[in-house]
């Protein structure tokens, strides 16, 4: 666990000049001179976003799940049961992202 925890340490150092290089407070980027640049720059920032919409969501389910299918106390013998799925839903989850790829 000792191993681990320098590991963590020394990648969160190693890790720590690549993240304040985003912290600069005169991006190029959001500062725009011209109308085309504009346009861009409100494109980068809707992408963002919309981004951050989905990662936040993607991480809020993850969470729920992990928390909602944890191994609980007296079930370390116990076999889970043999589950098909929903082939409605598969396609459904399939079906979007390759939409939103092709848009």
Known sequence: MKKLKKISLL????????VLAGCESNLIVFDPQGPVARNLSELIVYS?????VIVIVV???FGFIV???RAKP???DKEPEEEEGNH??????FTIPVVIVIA
């Open 74 to 76: 007296g079930d370390e």
């Open 11 to 18: 990648f969160g150092l190693l890790m720590l000049p690549v």
């Open 48 to 52: 963002i976003i919309f981004m951050l």
């Open 88 to 93: 409605i839903l598969e396609v459904i989850w």
């Open 59 to 61: 991480f809020i389910l």
């Open 67 to 69: 928390w909602k299918y």
